[in-house]
């Protein structure tokens, strides 16, 4: 698989991969991350995947940039990487419409289906985690179903709850903290992305894969830690 590596700044080296969003590509970024965590973690700051690049992070007081490209370029050119697990499986219940999810109705009537049935789609996928970011602990999550494959709003909010769960321009994602957004909110979960007093403070990464249960508000109103 090709690559290059270009300077993001003074303190950050990207390697980019073939410019598309599928699954081999996303093995082979996180794969990477991986092995460069493990080899170069001594010079690197911090690895971050993105849908088809690897970011590395160093101090440019202490790194010589041009020494640690080198080391990278080696690392991506050496032949397929030893195959890795799967991703782990998530489970995120879903309290779907109403106050939970106030664009649930748009989505299906631009899609031209029920409720019902835009709830059907959305939980009858198994989605891969494919970046991790906008704030911490968002995840992005692909395929999502043609039919609900909607743009983005033409307005955005100006604070979409925690917990939500949203839609747009073919991805799916859950909003960790209160913020600005574009995205079409169809429910909300209890299941909390980011959390700083876990040990763990991410639920999801790069890799992982996920699938959507509906559950009422009833159900979610007992198992909800948002404020």
């Given at each position: 698989m090709g690559f290059r590596i270009v300077a993001a700044g003074d303190a950050a080296l990207v390697l980019q991969l073939p410019a598309r969003i599928?699954?081999?590509?996303?093995?082979r970024?996180?794969?990477?991350?991986?092995?460069i965590r493990r080899d170069c973690g001594d010079i690197v700051r911090d690895v971050v995947?993105?849908?088809c690049t690897v970011t590395a992070y160093f101090d440019p007081l202490q790194v010589d940039p041009a020494r640690l490209e080198e080391q990278l370029t080696r690392l991506a050119d050496a032949g397929p990487l030893p195959p890795r697990a799967a991703g782990k499986l998530i489970d995120v219940p879903v309290c779907y419409g109403g106050e939970e999810g106030p664009d649930?109705?748009?989505?299906?009537?631009?899609?031209?289906?029920?409720e019902s049935e835009v709830i059907g789609i959305h939980t009858g996928v198994t989605y891969r985690v494919y970046v991790v970011g906008f704030v911490p602990g968002f995840p992005y999550m692909a395929p999502v179903d043609r039919r609900l494959a909607l743009p983005r709003r033409s307005t955005p909010r100006t604070r979409?709850?925690?917990?939500?769960?949203?839609?747009a321009a073919g991805q799916t994602g859950i909003y960790p903290s209160a913020t600005p957004g574009g995205w079409h909110l169809i429910g909300r979960t209890p299941l909390k992305p980011y959390d700083d007093a876990?040990?763990?403070?991410?639920?999801?990464?790069?890799g992982d894969r996920v699938k959507f249960h509906a559950i009422d508000r009833i159900t979610f109103e007992r198992e909800s830690r948002w404020p």
């Open positions: 599928d699954p081999e590509v996303g093995d970024a996180v794969a990477l991350a991986e092995t995947v993105g849908y649930l109705g748009d989505v299906a009537a631009a899609a031209a289906l029920s979409v709850p925690a917990g939500s769960v949203a839609i876990r040990p763990e403070p991410f639920a999801f990464r790069a």
